[in-house]
């Protein structure tokens, strides 16, 4: 059964960022499919299609990777 999440991303502001952030993303175990919808000079959307629950840390550290931040959720610290 495929999971599907949605995550914010910070900084990126070109087809590069997307690329960037899709290969890292691509490169966890049990990930099917990345989409982006890019937003310069705000939050892009994520969305991350897997094979089962993904762990936030192992998203967190690939968008690091990348060169990018995950988007602090709201009612977060």
Do not use: F, W
Not at 16 to 30: I, N, Q, Y
Not at 52 to 68: H, K, M, Q, S
């Amino acid at each position: 059964m495929s999971v599907t999440n949605e995550y914010g991303v910070t900084g990126m502001t070109c087809a590069h960022c997307v690329s960037a952030v899709t290969t890292e993303l691509k490169a966890l175990d049990g990930v099917q499919e990345v989409s982006i919808g890019l937003n310069v000079g705000g939050t892009s959307k994520v969305r991350v299609v897997s094979d089962g629950p993904l762990a936030e840390t192992a998203v967190r550290d690939a968008v690091d990777e990348a060169g990018y931040q995950l988007a602090t959720p709201q009612g977060s610290p």
